[in-house]
């Protein structure tokens, strides 16, 4: 289906619920065959639970959030979708709260009072609604889909479970946040909730009062997760953000990589730093891979970045490197803690090792163009692929997420697979991504994503980008292969000038800000409208 003809039939769907608000029975969806036995200790039918956990490791799985407002379950919804469609499981986020949106833009606290017949009945609509496209989702190709609402009562998640797993054989997995800290509570409130449409023009006092009224209705029902009442469900119970964790009856591949994320991540603000390398030798040579020192102006570099990174003042910072040389190098002048990581070492080429395109281009045509094919999955005989080197770099983005100030020194791949992990980009773009060397890249975790500044330290290097050529095939020329791209190794005696280093390879164009956060003219002296550096 085209994103057009679902966004034709989300529109549909949005006015026949606002047409039957009115006509809605209150408890019409209690009457679903799944919610047999309600009251009751869950009874599912003959073999319907066994059958949900005897399917294959890929079986759909529905992971529904739960807990009270301002708990931090959207910010957990939207970054385990993140982290999950990283490492190629396809994940949608459904979320209610923009269901309800779509259908009534009035939510002040008198809208979530249970005993507001119209208002229950406009929720349970959209409940019901978010469920079933979630299920439509999976039912077609999605692997996994986050149900995010508060599903704060036993009576709620009981029909989920029963819904999913009866009339699809879908894993059911709750993921439940539960803080009882004040601060967290405020800080969730003004950093997120009065960010949200639902408080536009609102002024914040007023909003804030609203939305503790709003966190107070849901209270009067709020019946946590109980290992005893619910012991036939799988679940996570996180309190106060990662202080301990409940983890109950655990099923399947997805649901074990669901838990190692979540024991991991934190919310504490905090920067991560992210730069390649110093220009090095083979850099200079157009060369890809080798373990070669840096050139004078990647060295230059290294004594830029730690002068900037002095300037920044960050406290408890620690540096890691990867243990190829050009990185120790370039980090060697930092004063900060410093860690080698073999997990960051650039990606394998294997027989393509310390050769140049246009040497690839000549002895290995076929690889040459299979790679351009299919450039994620595309494996170096004797190397990796982008799609390995993801797999390479799972521990080190756990320990991103449990870290506080970090700066990374890696090579152009691994950059390229972080920086996709941030800002959530497709496995066809990713090793697309431009990574510049002798910029700092800036990454701030937000609550619905993650802010990304880019500073060039204004040190000479090469250009080592190569744009994804129009002609893939196997019978192209060598020249069409190439794009453009530098074919002769650059004379290491000539002294460069900027224009000649950065455009080379046919101008590439860069945004960058600078230390200030303000927007600053590319290297060509114009602005970049490309998105896949922003």
């Not at 009251?39 to 992971?63: A, E, F, H, M, W």
């Not at 800080?187 to 609203?210: H, T």
Request: glycine letters at 4%; proline letters at 4%; one cysteine or more.
């Amino acid at each position: 289906m085209s994103k057009r003809s679902e966004e034709n039939n989300n529109e549909g769907r949005i006015t026949d619920m606002k047409e039957n608000t009115a006509k809605i029975d209150i408890n019409a969806w209690r009457k679903h065959p799944a919610f047999a036995n309600v009251d009751n200790s869950l009874i599912l039918q003959k073999g319907s639970d066994q059958s949900c956990r005897d399917r294959l490791v890929r079986t759909p799985t529905i992971i529904a959030m739960a807990g009270l407002p301002a708990r931090g379950k959207t910010y957990i919804s939207r970054k385990l979708a993140r982290y999950l469609h990283w490492i190629g499981i396809k994940t949608k986020v459904f979320n209610v709260g923009e269901y309800r949106r779509a259908v009534t833009s009035h939510a002040y606290k008198d809208f979530f009072d249970p005993d507001n017949a119209e208002a229950v009945a406009i929720l349970n609509q959209c409940i019901q609604q978010a469920l079933e496209d979630a299920c439509h989702y999976l039912s077609e190709d999605g692997e996994v889909a986050i149900f995010d609402a508060t599903n704060i009562t036993r009576e709620r998640r009981r029909f989920i479970h029963n819904y999913c797993t009866q009339t699809f054989s879908f894993r059911v997995f709750f993921v439940e946040s539960i803080c009882d800290s004040l601060e967290i509570i405020e800080a969730n409130i003004k950093e997120v909730k009065l960010k949200s449409p639902d408080y536009k023009d609102v002024p914040q006092e007023e909003a804030v009062a609203d939305f503790l009224s709003r966190i107070q209705q849901y209270e009067k029902r709020y019946e946590p997760i109980d290992d005893k009442e619910e012991k036939n469900f799988s679940f996570i119970k996180i309190f106060n953000c990662g202080e301990r964790f409940l983890v109950h009856k655990i099923a399947g591949h997805i649901q074990s990589r669901v838990v190692y994320f979540l024991m991991n991540i934190h919310v504490t603000p905090r920067t991560i730093y992210l730069t390649r390398h110093g220009e090095s030798e083979l850099n200079v040579q157009q060369r890809i891979g080798g373990d070669s020192p840096l050139s004078p102006q990647g060295k230059a570099y290294g004594d830029a970045l730690a002068d900037y990174m002095d300037a920044e003042n960050i406290p408890d910072l620690i540096v890691w490197t990867s243990q190829m040389q050009r990185t120790i190098q370039t980090a060697s002048k930092i004063d900060a803690p410093k860690e080698q990581w073999k997990a960051l070492n650039e990606i394998n080429a294997g027989i393509c090792e310390g050769l140049t395109y246009f040497e690839i281009g000549e002895r290995y045509p076929d690889e040459f163009a299979a790679r351009d094919q299919g450039k994620y999955y595309y494996r170096y005989p004797g190397g990796e692929s982008y799609q390995d080197l993801v797999a390479r770099l799972e521990p080190v983005i756990m320990e991103l997420e449990r870290a506080e100030n970090v700066l990374v020194v890696c090579h152009q791949a691994v950059a390229r697979c972080i920086l996709a992990y941030f800002l959530n980009k497709d496995a066809e773009d990713l090793p697309y991504t431009k990574v510049p060397l002798h910029t700092v890249i800036k990454l701030t975790p937000m609550a619905y994503g993650c802010l990304m500044e880019c500073i060039p330290l204004n040190i000479d290097a090469v250009n080592t980008h190569r744009e994804k050529p129009k002609n893939c095939r196997p019978d192209r020329t060598l020249s069409e292969a190439l794009n453009e791209f530098l074919e002769e190794p650059a004379d290491t005696n000539k002294v460069r000038t900027k224009s000649e280093i950065v455009y080379r390879s046919g101008g590439t164009k860069i945004e960058t800000v600078d230390a200030d956060g303000n927007r600053v003219e590319d290297y060509a002296g114009g602005a970049n409208s490309d998105p896949s550096f922003i």
